[in-house]
């Protein structure tokens, strides 16, 4: 099943909010990379070569409804994404 095929920029999330995926349309696509790839980086950073690092990395996007986030980490779009729910902190573990 492809995630994205039919409904173009947008990702139907497990609440059935539908989540838009443009990278120019919103505030809730991230993308995700390495701390080792950033720490890797020549500096001082040129633009260019920032913006391909970033655009590497693996998309995100979080439900504007339910804040789920959800990651494509295999294949980019054409992919499986994977949802992730937030779950409340157990305060009464210790640190
Ligand atoms: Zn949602």
């Known amino acids: 099943m492809k995630y994205l095929g039919s409904m173009g920029s947008r ?3 497990k609440c059935g ?3 838009y995926t443009n990278l120019f349309s919103g505030h809730n696509v ?5 701390d080792s790839e950033y720490d890797a980086f ?3 950073a040129d633009d ?4 391909r ?4 990395g693996k998309e995100a996007f979080r439900c504007t409804a339910c804040k789920r986030l959800i990651v494509f980490w295999e294949k ?5 994404p994977t949802f992730y729910s937030e779950e ?3 305060e009464t573990q210790p640190d």
Do not use: H, N, T
């Open 11 to 13: 990702i139907k999330c």
């Open 17 to 19: 909010e539908l989540v």
């Open 88 to 90: 409340p902190l157990d």
């Open 42 to 44: 020549p500096r001082p």
């Open 48 to 51: 260019d070569a920032f913006s």
């Open 53 to 56: 690092l970033l655009l590497s």
């Open 76 to 80: 980019g779009r054409d992919g499986r």
């Open 30 to 34: 991230y993308r995700l990379i390495l």
